[in-house]
């Protein structure tokens, strides 16, 4: 997402953050505001950059996965340091079961 008038990020992506999960069947409404409103700017503003997010259809598999790429491993410890990260990701866990993250090199291809 950018501003009208501003350029995208560029950036050299070396890690990506994998985040999966089940939507709790109450809460589609609510986390889908969340989502659009406050995780993924909240992201961005913390510098992962939003990829790719993906809707499992079929299979034993979360729900969902979202996925994040960064330059550094540093600003993936920042940011879960950060009081931040603590606040966004309380809040997608209220909406989700079966929640899990995890930080992998980067490949450019679909990872989980």
Same mark, same amino acid.
């Given at each position: 997402?950018?501003?009208k /008038?501003? @350029? ?9 953050? $994998?985040i999966?999960y089940?939507i709790?069947l109450?809460m589609y409404?609510?986390? !889908?505001?969340f989502? *659009?409103?406050e995780? $993924?700017?909240? *992201?961005q503003n *913390?510098?992962?950059h939003?990829?790719?997010? !993906? =809707?499992?259809a079929? /299979?034993?598999?979360p729900l969902?996965? *979202?996925?994040f790429?960064t330059?550094s491993l ?5 940011v879960?340091q @950060?009081?931040?990260w603590?606040? $966004?990701e @309380?809040q997608?866990k209220s909406?989700?079961i =079966?929640?899990?993250?995890?930080v992998?090199r980067?490949?450019?291809s679909?990872?989980?």
């Amino acid at each position: 997402m950018t501003e009208k /008038g501003t @350029s995208p990020v560029q950036i050299i992506p070396r890690y990506r953050l $994998l985040i999966q999960y089940d939507i709790r069947l109450d809460m589609y409404e609510p986390y !889908y505001q969340f989502i *659009m409103n406050e995780f $993924l700017p909240g *992201m961005q503003n *913390m510098g992962l950059h939003p990829v790719a997010a !993906y =809707h499992t259809a079929y /299979g034993n598999y979360p729900l969902r996965q *979202m996925d994040f790429v960064t330059e550094s491993l540093d600003t993936v410890r920042e940011v879960f340091q @950060s009081e931040r990260w603590g606040t $966004l990701e @309380s809040q997608l866990k209220s909406f989700t079961i =079966h929640y899990d993250r995890k930080v992998v090199r980067y490949r450019d291809s679909f990872q989980f």
